[in-house]
């Protein structure tokens, strides 16, 4: 590794305008430039984080943000020519000498560039032009206007909600000045927000708290003006508040049968549940409720899809609501402002409004809250839509870190709305000290130019098995994932654990260090829970080692995040308060509680300090909730896919909020950092070449389950082990046991992190700005001897062998020390470590689970009665409805599949197909690609997944039949058969699949009739 330091990253001072920026090129040596970074964003197609292209994206510069910037400049220094007393007084208040709380220099300039976009003369504002958002042809032909927005992109951190209180003083206070007169001005602006979190905290903007508003506890207004400013309104709302309500419901139940209000009809998903509610943006409906609906006429059944009982699951409907008048919503919304003209309204958070393209496109189904995001964004923009065509909106004012389109937008996505018009983005607030520096691995001893902490998830997909790895509708196997990501994980957490004694030896913060875990889906975020909280890892993981991470019954030290906020009020007091020891109190001393916070915890029997009080970890699916404003996060692991740098930059600032805003005596901030393993965040990705040719298209077929062919369906279970009966016995032949070679360039024990500053190919460069870091797992090893690691294997191994010979524990127990022993043979005849790995890195997950298969492989067992197969505990089942997929090779059509194709892999396999297409017997079949059916078999003590080649439903689906064709015999070839015959074995002796039957073809002649024989047998 190597060991030297550079410059830090922090060049400004964060209450000036930068004049310093780095730039940064792969192969030199990073060089500090003069003047302004340029404001600009790199483009890449939806998607192409995932793929391993080399055009990862495009630098395209902010013509409009530039000269939007360069005329300010100039407006500033001519004395902001055009603008308003009160305005020039707002302005000379904010940059006065002397203020005991210094304005942010990106503060400004946002409050700046509005209002010099407001109030410039003319002659300052030629050439620029801000394209509105203009509505979608179909939503033009209902009669819906262009929305005039002006976004400020500000980098997490840098205080949107100070400037939100600036605006909403500037042009309440015009308003008034001018007796009500001046249309560029409104008394009444409308906050929008995305969650509960962000609307209590947004409170302060409210100017009738007086000395409590934001407006005095920041001097934002000078004292004279408070008597005006309170004569305006500041009214917060959360988006949900512009979903139209069933008319004259109570709970929404008797307005369906009621017939009341406007009819409004909509097309929606409804899944069948045991309790009606909407969650993560779902609707879930009882089948009493789904059915009853139907008889009255308030649901229109478009498709539906059906269990193997043919009750309905899931259904598209369009369902018939009877909502609320206009008019009606609009005092709702509103309530005073209903009767104001031509609003104000602010944004927050507005990267979630946006208006979705015509067709909705291709996603993840497998990604929790996508389809929340994409239902939030329509209802948010409907709204404002709604109050600009009944009251008029004057101005929309977005704020966010990222301003950008998500998706289903068609080749808009991730880019920026269009109507940004002042920028000062992460790599400002980075240089200008407004934020953690973000730490990413940089490199490892695998030599890659990506190490592969970079990019966990990538790096762990072509490690797994066929059968673990899923696809676009099947989730991969948690299992998998967490076996894979335990030693980054483990390596991380000893980091944190070293940050949180450090900050207690230093006793200046008694507040512990958070750390954070960003799953993909709610399975896997329950497994990671189980392992890092509750000590309960699944088998072939060890345990964590991580104790200051566990839960006890007198202390909540992780929580898991599953579910949105706003459906969970106490998971939402606990987040609000993460970091906080107590609560503020008032002038008597007593403490202020949130509303209903009382009594909830008297509801719940929980103490009344703040229930995060003691939370050093979070598991959390997607992004966690915006407005977030914890600032003792310190490490974060992202273990999910991220399809977009937008979404990086969202999990990444979660962790970036200072501690600290004490400059150094040289007016710079002190540097704060942010660890973080697993989040893909280029900050400054690749530019592509200009004179690149374009890639060739090339042709592909989708291959799927087709839903009108769902009596075709076949499900088989999911088997990644057996249970035997066998005689107790803990022999071992150590010269026929296989041994593990511990290669530390293969799963890296140390990685040297930077500043998230990459090169311009958006590589991690170990020569940006910053200091190096070396990360090891030597307080991993620290804590987790060798002789404790053992005991933790010997219990693991106990406990997986009773499983698979069916004895009883307990009755192993007086066995421990032989199991003990056995684990720490293993460690000294067959752990071969190349330095720095060492030999008790065996117990680092995947080495972990494969000594474990090469011990039970080789035990001693004897007296087998019989087998029964052990199911996987989160995915028990897969089906054909599970198979969607591209393919580049050519494929066949058949009728007789769930499928609408079969991809062969040679001629035999396309003569077998057309047999099984067209042969009485069959009832339907599929080819194994894309399904994930996956034996399991060890070979050399190594385990592996076998793929057969097809599976053929007979019987009405009490009879299987695999097929494999094989045009070789070998050492293999003889494994895989013998597991397919014990698999076969197992599941049917097992019954609750019915019987299953294997057939090896071994010659192409013998295909029809070898089939022909088994199908009729």
């Known amino acids: 590794m190597l060991d030297f330091q550079v410059e830090s990253p922090i060049q400004n001072s964060p209450y000036d305008e930068p004049t310093r920026w780095w730039r940064i090129v792969p192969g030199e040596t990073p060089q500090l430039m003069d003047g302004r970074r340029p404001a600009a964003y790199y483009w890449r197609k939806a998607g192409g984080a995932e793929e391993d292209n080399e055009d990862v994206g495009t630098e395209i510069t902010l013509i409009m943000v530039n000269r939007i910037r360069d005329r300010v400049r100039q407006w500033r220094a001519e004395g902001f020519q055009g603008a308003s007393r009160i305005s020039l007084e707002l302005l000379a208040w904010w940059q006065r000498e002397g203020r005991a709380q210094r304005l942010f220099f990106a503060q400004l300039e946002a409050a700046m560039t509005v209002i010099f976009l407001t109030e410039a003369r003319p002659d300052y504002l030629q050439g620029i032009d801000i394209r509105p958002d203009a509505p979608t042809e179909r939503q033009a032909t209902d009669g819906i206007k262009p929305l005039m927005r002006w976004a400020c992109k500000m980098a997490t951190g840098s205080g949107k909600t100070t400037v939100m209180g600036m605006l909403a003083a500037w042009t309440i206070l015009n308003k008034v000045a001018s007796g009500g007169r001046d249309a560029r001005f409104a008394d009444f602006v409308l906050v929008v927000c995305p969650n509960v979190t962000i609307r209590s905290r947004l409170g302060e903007l409210d100017p009738g708290r007086g000395d409590a508003s934001l407006y005095r506890t920041r001097d934002l207004v000078p004292p004279h003006l408070m008597a005006l400013l309170v004569q305006g309104r500041v009214l917060v709302r959360n988006w949900h508040a512009f979903e139209l309500q069933d008319d004259g419901s109570v709970g929404g139940d008797s307005a369906r049968v009621v017939k009341r209000g406007r009819e409004l009809r909509e097309r929606r998903t409804v899944r069948i549940a045991d309790k009606a509610t909407t969650a993560r943006g779902n609707r879930y409906m009882t089948l009493d409720a789904y059915r009853k609906a139907q008889v009255l006429g308030l649901l229109e059944v478009v498709s539906e899809a059906r269990d193997e009982h043919g009750v309905p699951v899931q259904a598209e409907v369009i369902e018939t609501r009877y909502v609320e008048s206009d008019t009606k919503w609009l005092r709702r919304v509103l309530e005073d402002g209903s009767r104001k003209r031509n609003i104000m309204v602010f944004n927050d958070e507005a990267h979630h409004a946006y208006r979705l393209g015509e067709s909705e496109e291709e996603e993840d189904e497998d990604d929790d809250g996508l389809d929340a995001y994409y239902r939030e964004a329509t209802v948010w923009v409907e709204g404002l839509d709604r109050i600009n065509r009944l009251t008029g909106i004057s101005r929309v004012m977005d704020f966010s870190a990222t301003p950008y389109y998500l998706g289903r937008v068609g080749n808009n996505a991730n880019r ?112 990671v829970y189980d392992w890092l909280a509750m000590d309960n890892p699944p088998p072939g993981v060890p345990k964590s080692g991580l104790s200051d991470f566990l839960n ?136 592509a070449q200009a004179s690149a040719a374009p890639k060739p298209q090339v042709q592909t077929w989708r291959v799927r389950a087709l839903p009108e062919r769902a009596p075709l369906e076949i499900k088989f279970p999911r088997v990644d082990g057996y249970i035997v009966q066998a005689r107790r016995s803990l022999d071992i032949d150590w010269e026929r046991v296989d041994a593990i070679q511990i290669d530390p360039t293969r799963l890296p024990v140390s990685v040297e992190m930077k500043a998230g500053l990459p090169a311009a190919d958006g590589t991690p460069m170990v020569g940006a700005p910053g200091r190096v870091e070396e990360v090891t797992l030597a307080e991993y090893r620290l804590h987790n001897r060798l002789q404790t690691q053992a005991m933790r294997a010997a219990h693991e191994l106990m406990r997986e062998y009773a499983r698979r010979t069916a004895v009883d524990v307990e009755v192993l127990r007086p066995l421990f ?201």
């Open 817 to 1017: 020390g032989s199991f003990v022993a056995l684990v720490l043979g293993f460690v000294q005849r067959k752990a071969l470590a190349y330095p720095p790995a060492q030999k008790s890195d065996v117990f680092l997950a995947p080495n972990y689970s494969r000594m474990q298969e090469i011990l039970l492989e080789h035990l001693t067992v004897s007296g087998t009665e019989g087998l029964r197969p052990r199911f996987e505990q989160h995915r028990p089942v897969g089906s054909t409805a599970d198979v969607d997929y591209s393919t580049r090779k050519e494929p066949m059509p058949v009728l007789r599949s769930h499928l609408n194709f079969v991809v062969a892999d040679s001629q035999w396999e396309r003569i077998a197909a057309t047999v099984l297409d067209t042969h009485p017997k069959v009832e339907s079949f599929v080819k194994n690609s894309g399904l994930g059916f996956a034996i399991p078999y060890t070979l050399r003590g190594t385990a592996h997944d076998y793929l057969p080649d097809f599976v053929v439903k007979l019987d009405g689906g009490q009879r299987h039949l695999v097929v494999e064709i094989k045009g070789v015999t070998d050492e293999l070839s003889d494994a895989k058969k013998r597991a397919a015959q014990q698999w076969c074995e197992a599941v049917s002796g097992e019954g609750s699949f019915g019987r299953w039957d294997f057939l090896q073809i071994e010659s192409r002649q013998t295909i029809p009739g070898q089939l022909a024989a088994a199908l009729e047998a």
């Open 552 to 687: 006890t019954p007198e202390r909540e030290n992780t929580i898991r995040v599953d579910s949105t906020v706003e459906e969970d009020a106490w998971m939402r007091f606990t987040l609000d308060t993460v970091g906080r020891r107590d609560w503020s109190r008032d002038t008597m001393g007593r403490p202020i509680y949130p509303d209903g916070f009382v009594e909830l915890a008297e509801k719940l029997k929980k103490p009344l300090h703040p229930p995060g009080r003691d939370v050093r970890a979070i598991i959390s699916v997607g992004m966690l909730t915006e407005g977030w404003d914890c600032n003792t996060v310190t490490h974060i692991v992202g273990l999910r896919p991220f399809m977009s740098q937008l979404l990086c930059e969202q999990v990444v600032g979660r962790g970036l909020r200072r501690a600290g805003y004490e400059p150094d005596p040289d007016g710079k901030l002190p540097e704060e950092i942010a660890q973080i393993f697993g989040v893909p965040f280029q900050v400054v990705p690749f530019k």
């Open 416 to 527: 920026p709305f269009p109507w940004v018009v002042s920028d000062f983005g992460l790599m400002e607030a980075i240089e200008s000290g407004l934020t953690k520096i973000p730490q990413f691995a940089a490199r490892d001893l695998t030599g890659e130019p990506i190490p592969g902490y970079f990019n966990i998830w990538r790096w762990i997909l072509p490690q797994l098995k066929a059968s673990e790895r899923g696809g676009r509708k099947q989730a991969a196997k948690p299992e998998a994932i967490l076996r894979h990501a335990f030693t980054p994980m483990v390596m991380l957490g000893g980091l944190w654990q070293q940050r949180a004694r450090d900050v207690a030896a230093k006793g200046e913060d008694d507040r512990p260090p958070v750390f954070i875990v960003v799953c993909k889906n709610i399975k896997l975020s329950r497994l």
